[in-house]
């Protein structure tokens, strides 16, 4: 049996810091790459919210958003995460326990906008201009807030394809307001098992843990059935075709 070549490693740093890595898979390696050549491997999950103004002080305070987004890491290790690129077929994700609990320089940015429409012109300023993330920086959050309409803010939530996809930053964004509204991010595992649900998409193949001949085997038979499948989709149709006079 074949064994995974994106799983994560742990090593002891000369600093005694448990340092989690792995490489990072083909889709991922490709996003990458993407990123640092055409600049289009980025994504963005954004949402309007309201907030009663006699909760507004008590709700979303800097303190209290980088609490939320520090537990959000820890329960998607992946967003804080950095690069490492050892040659061009050789790029590693490296976390570490320290990392995740601290905040980085400009991982969280509270901007005020005076429009709703102020706020869309950002969202799209990020996705056309200047990059905002990096091989150090793989997920932020923006909280723009209105000076105009105090009980309204815009979240944004920006990270690097080869670490969330839109489903992935819908999850997010709601696991991070629902953390707003009260309910604590769930931390009830280990960074260890967080990582292992952290795997390159290729990982979640069963095939790929199989013996050559027996994947060869299972795709000539997938290839049988299939084909067998589609014969009969014809012939059904062929004979609803002649009862219809077609």
């Known amino acids: 049996m074949s064994t995974s070549s994106t799983s994560w490693t742990a090593i002891e740093s000369k600093t005694s810091t448990i340092v989690h890595e792995r490489p990072l898979g083909t889709t991922e390696l490709g996003f990458y790459w993407d990123s640092q050549v055409e600049r289009t491997a980025d994504t963005l999950r954004y949402a309007e919210v309201r907030v009663s103004l006699g909760e507004r002080d008590q709700v979303i305070t800097p303190s209290r958003v980088i ?103 819908i999850t997010v964004l709601k696991t991070f307001l629902n953390a707003l509204c009260g309910s604590s991010v769930q931390e009830t595992r280990t960074l260890k098992e967080s990582l292992e649900l952290s795997v390159a998409s290729e990982d979640l193949d069963p095939n790929r843990y199989l013996p050559t001949p027996r994947r060869l085997w299972r795709k000539a038979i997938a290839t049988v059935i299939g084909a067998k499948r589609i014969a009969k989709r014809i012939v059904s149709l062929f004979s609803r075709t002649m009862r219809l006079g077609i």
């Open 67 to 169: 609490g939320i987004w520090t537990s959000l890491k820890s329960h998607f290790p992946l967003l804080g995460a950095r690069l490492v690129e050892r040659d061009e077929r050789s790029v590693f994700f490296v976390v570490t326990e320290e990392r995740l609990q601290a905040l980085q320089k400009d991982e969280v940015t509270f901007i005020d906008v005076a429009s709703s429409k102020e706020a869309l012109a950002f969202v799209d300023k990020i996705i056309a201009k200047e990059r905002l993330l990096s091989d150090n920086l793989l997920a932020r959050i923006f909280i723009l807030r209105h000076t105009r309409e105090p009980d309204l803010f815009h979240f944004v939530i920006h990270a690097a394809h080869c670490v969330s996809d839109e489903m992935a930053n």
